[in-house]
């Protein structure tokens, strides 16, 4: 159903207006929560990987422009509200990205031991705090053919708005699941070499011929301004880093990740 809004006080968009994040994760508690996809392509991605849609909030326009495919197919079974340039921007501040949102129907995570399994080359990701970065190392990791990622420490959601559609949809490309802490003993279980990128005495260069040879390999990398904790440094096979020049110690962790995925292609 289409529906004209003017308004975007009225209840019924709540969850594109006034629930926050964590609030969306909760809706459904104790089931699978709710969250919200910006754009045309990361929306078309994640329809694509199976993600069940609610409703949609697009602008007017978007009704015979780009997007309009999606919009006509559901529009007989969900709500598909729609509003001008001017409202949507009230609603943001800016533009709308790509002129539609979608509040999906999250799915449940797999446990680790099953994401793991059949994988060959893991991305770990500890305590990465910023859905910016988390969105950028998923595009990396999808590109550069990495098997999987595996969030540890508290990083952040790549369901976040943000993480999403910096990720161009990569989030919805490549599989990945939670875990409290870097589950060491199950990596080496299934056969994994862990190599933690970390500035250390003990750091080898990335290209370590040594860790290029595991067959099966599991990158870690750390927090943004603290990197990783000494003891998942320990506790890895391999310390490594990227060769710097002119004195620079370090990248972004968004692209060392890129480097790293490369490098282990």
Known sequence: MIINVTDLQDPVLQVYTSLNENQLRRYYEPSEGLFICESEKVIR????????????????????????????????????????????????????????????KRKPLLPAEDLCADLTKLAVLVNIENPTNVGAIFRSAAALGMDGVLLAGGSADPLYRRAARVSMGSVFQIPWTVTEDVPFELLKSLGFATAAMALSDKSTSIDDPAFLKETKKAVILGNEGDGLPEDTIHKSDYVIKIP?????????????????FWSIR
Request: hydrophobic share 45%.
């Open 45 to 104: 991605r994640a329809l694509h990987a199976g993600y069940e849609p609610c409703s949609f909030l697009a602008q007017t326009e978007r009704l015979s422009g780009e997007g309009s495919d999606i919009l006509a197919k559901y529009a007989d079974s969900l709500p598909v509200y729609t509003a001008d340039e001017k409202t949507l921007r009230s609603l943001t501040g800016y533009a709308l990205t790509g002129g539609m949102l979608c509040a999906m």
């Open 244 to 260: 710097m020049a002119r004195g620079v110690d370090s990248l972004n962790v968004a692209a060392a990740s890129a480097v790293a």
